[in-house]
């Protein structure tokens, strides 16, 4: 009978962490690199005469493709007219699609933004392979952004593939039924 409760207890924490996987797994936060305009591509002409900078920070849920993203802005050379999540595109590489527009940004110099929309499952695993930046731009000097600064991971804990977690499963009730073989061999009846 210990023999019996004990496997059944092995294959419950088994499936426990083949389903916490999954739980954890659903939600990814993100941040940006200072957001600046010598990551707009193609660099505009009037380059030199920004120092605006930015931050973003966003969420995706990898299941259901939500994604919300705020941040903040200053310095810019004039009011925004567009801040969005766009991708996918890498570092260096763009200009790529609006994927999530912002809902609300301060119609000033300096202020905060922020926003929230659904993506497709491609664009959710470019999110996750840092292929998605976020961008503020203005009129007339920036119309291709002012700043931009690249969406990265900001838990780089790596996720333990499924098959890793199966084998580490199977390697756990394969040793809890040894010891309890064990020790029903050594027990008097």
């Known amino acids: 009978m210990d023999v019996v409760k004990g496997f059944v207890g092995v294959v419950v924490i088994s499936f426990i962490l083949l389903a916490g996987r999954s739980v954890c797994a659903a939600t ?5 690199t200072t957001m600046t305009v010598a990551r707009v591509v193609p660099l505009p002409a009037q380059a030199g005469i920004s120092h605006a900078t930015g931050i973003c920070n966003a969420t995706l849920n990898d299941q259901t493709g939500e994604v ?15 801040v969005h999540v766009r991708g996918p595109a890498g570092e260096g590489a763009g ?14 110099v300096s202020g905060t933004f922020s926003g929230s929309g659904t993506v ?8 996750i392979s840092g ?5 503020v731009r203005d009129t007339p ?3 291709s952004g002012e700043v931009r600064g690249q969406l990265v991971s900001a838990s780089p804990v790596p996720a333990v ?24 061999l050594r027990s008097p009846i």
């Open 28 to 32: 990814r936060s993100f941040n940006t």
């Open 68 to 82: 919300s993203f705020s941040g903040s802005f200053a310095g810019l050379n004039a009011p925004p007219t567009a």
């Open 95 to 108: 200009p790529a699609p609006v994927i999530v527009p912002a809902s609300t940004f301060t119609a000033a």
């Open 120 to 127: 497709t499952p491609d664009l959710v695993s470019a999110m």
């Open 131 to 135: 292929l998605a930046y976020c961008e």
């Open 141 to 143: 000097n920036f119309p």
């Open 161 to 184: 593939p499924p098959w890793a977690l199966a084998i580490l499963s199977m390697t756990l009730v394969g040793g809890a039924v040894r010891v309890l073989r064990e020790r029903a």
